[in-house]
């Protein structure tokens, strides 16, 4: 169990890093109903994210989150083109949570006061130095950002109970604040539930704080469970997951609770506003105020630590879930599911969202909300529609409840901070061109992990081999099946081609499975009807199934085996899309380039014939 309680301080650095900006955005946000928001985002927290990723981790157990819950509950290439929507806030979440938590912990080292006075207007290139050691943590590996991270966790956490515990003190000596607060909540609201009204229209403003539960399960992996656990089914790594969010969440809302109470009540509210001393480092505040420069300048530190690496959970999670998508749906090259690439990538890209954001924290707030919660929201609705699919009618009532509440929640905070969607906009459109783009460039490459024959099928090839030595293989678009189509569809193909009478041959059928798939492995299963001799397949791509079924016919015989085919009429524009979104078009002619770029040697290759 020490295991889970450590990993869980790694998403926990995004977790317990809210605390760095929330209570004054609270602040801002909801004035002196603060505590009272706050209060409904730990429910929501607590009551609606973590049952919801509770059971996604369950669901979903090797990091790929709700996206590859929905990625199964919506096939072919609706699913596919969903989940790039996703991966495009995904990206907004996490490359955003990296820019903004380097841009605040630059804010925290600026405004403290024994910083010299030259780096107060050296915000941006501050900011590229600390995304860029975060980049450098990860070029040596994840387990020196883990152990890096348990130790700046646990120090920040026992740094805000202290300066939490002396605001608590500083609130019962002078109890003067609590009626000074109720005054103005009074003055403003008649009674409690218009406050609890207007605390619950202001709340998505403060959605930031919901950020990590994400992050929590797309580092599943790096999750250790029991001993002799299998990877088709790990009970201890869901179980350890599970005590890893909800650890995670219960320490996050004491803390948003308390600090936002502690907060409102001793600092003034101007000190919050642009300018002010309080300004996005409303705990820091509070720590010089009662502590002295020394211990703020301690707690300043583990803020800016803190802050910087919270950006690695991120980091982290963009390096879990992004390899396991677009590779496999052969959008990205191969070289992208390797970390270290991918790591100078997102450090690229974090370099450029920061100079185009001038390393303002709160001109990225918004596109960090809108991240976090679109994610949250495509969360409860996939756990919605699983719970549909196991006829589940109270696990359809609850979750339902909890997406429309995440709905209510993301529609406002798009409203009031329309700009977030518009950066995950640009992302997502930019993951789509370059996906398709990737897809269409990759589309010839063979696109089969592996062949896989059944017992009759290895009869047929040996039979051929054995009597004639040379193997034929007609493909075969499958109509009715009977003897009669195979007797019309033979008699074509040797007058076309002319095939001796005395040479046998055998049938290929490919049946497309999922177009949308990229790559996947290839079962072929001998049938016999009447006299005729079948192989059978189902595959993604018609062309590259009957490729790799021709270069295991060679490797596995030592002799070239020869496929025929019939020329397609119609418009090649039109039999390129075909190929590339169902995985038809002109057979021929791409299964012979496809065999090109498998096979280098001329020699080797497969003969590929076209009659008619």
């Known amino acids: 169990h020490v295991v889970v309680v450590l990993t869980s301080m790694f998403p926990g650095a995004r977790f317990e890093s809210t605390l760095g900006y929330q209570p004054g955005i609270a602040a801002i946000a909801a004035g002196a109903l603060s505590p009272l928001a706050t209060l409904i985002l730990v429910l929501l927290t607590l009551f609606g994210a973590l049952p919801i990723y509770r059971r996604v981790a369950a669901t979903s157990p090797h990091g790929e ?69 975060l980049g450098g943590v990860f070029l040596r590996g994840f387990k020196e950002a883990i152990g890096l991270a348990v130790f700046l966790v646990a ?31 009074f003055a403003n609201y008649q009674n409690p539930f218009i406050m609890i009204g207007a605390a619950a229209l202001v709340f998505p403003k403060l959605a930031l704080g919901l950020s990590g539960f994400e992050t929590g399960v797309a580092v ?70 009662y502590l002295g420069d020394g211990f703020g300048t301690i707690y300043d530190l583990s803020t800016i630590f803190i802050l910087w690496f919270a950006g690695a959970s991120a980091m982290a999670g963009l390096l879990n879930i992004v390899p396991r998508y677009l590779p496999r749906y052969g959008m990205a090259p191969d070289w992208t599911r390797m970390i270290r690439p991918l790591v100078l990538v997102y450090t690229a890209i974090a370099f450029v969202v920061t100079i185009l ?15 976090v919660l679109v994610l949250m929201t495509s969360a409860a609705f996939a756990v919605t529609l699983a719970a ?56 010839t490459e063979l696109r089969v992990e592996r062949i896989e024959m059944d017992e009759t099928a290895r009869r047929f090839i040996a039979e051929e081999e054995e009597h004639q030595g040379t193997i034929r293989l007609i493909a075969n678009r499958l109509g009715e099946g009977d003897e009669q189509e195979y007797f019309l569809k033979e008699k074509e193909v040797r007058e076309d081609n002319h095939i001796p009478q005395t040479d046998s041959i055998l049938f290929l ?104």
């Open 357 to 371: 954001f001038q390393a303002d924290v709160e001109a990225q707030g918004g596109a960090y909300a809108t991240g």
């Open 155 to 185: 120090t920040y956490l026992l740094l805000n109970l202290i300066t939490i515990g002396v605001g608590a003190y500083q609130i019962l000596q002078q109890p003067l604040v609590i009626f000074n607060w109720q005054k103005v909540l």
């Open 65 to 133: 989150g709700s996206i590859a819950m929905l990625e199964n509950l919506l096939p072919w290439w609706q699913g596919k083109l969903f989940v790039l929507c996703l991966l495009g806030f995904v990206a907004t979440d996490f490359i955003i949570t990296i820019t903004l938590s380097a841009a605040d912990a630059t804010a925290h080292i600026i405004e403290n006061p024994l910083i010299p006075e030259f780096l107060h207007g050296q915000a941006v290139s501050i900011t590229l130095i600390l995304i860029a050691l």
């Open 220 to 289: 599943m992996p790096l999750v250790k469970g029991n001993q002799h656990e299998t990877e088709a089914n790990p009970r201890g790594r869901i179980r350890n997951t599970h005590k890893l969010l909800t650890l995670a969440a219960v320490i996050m809302s004491f803390f948003l609770i308390t600090s936002s109470l502690v907060t409102i009540l001793l600092i003034p509210a101007a000190e919050f506003q642009t300018g002010g001393k309080a300004n996005g480092r409303a705990l820091a505040y509070l720590a010089h105020r």
């Open 388 to 443: 549909r699919r196991r006829r589940a009618t109270q696990g359809i009532l609850s979750f339902g409840t909890i997406t429309l509440l995440f709905v209510y929640t993301t529609i406002v905070n798009i409203i009031e901070r329309p700009e977030g969607i518009q950066i995950a906009a640009f992302f997502i459109g930019t993951i789509i061109i370059t996906s398709l783009v990737s897809r269409v460039w990759r589309s």
């Open 509 to 612: 059928e490919i049946q497309v499975s999922d177009a949308s798939v990229f790559s996947e492995i290839i079962q072929v299963k001998g049938v016999q009807v009447g006299n005729y001799r079948i192989l059978r397949a189902r595959g993604a791509a018609v062309p590259n199934a009957i490729a790799a079924i021709l270069l295991y016919i060679r490797d596995q015989t030592g002799k070239l085996p020869h496929a025929y085919f019939g020329w397609a009429e119609g418009n090649p524009i039109q039999y390129l899309l075909r190929f590339i979104l169902f995985g038809e078009g002109d057979i021929a002619v791409v299964t012979r380039e496809v065999l090109r770029k498998a096979e280098k040697n001329p020699e080797r290759r497969p003969g590929i014939h076209v009659g008619g």
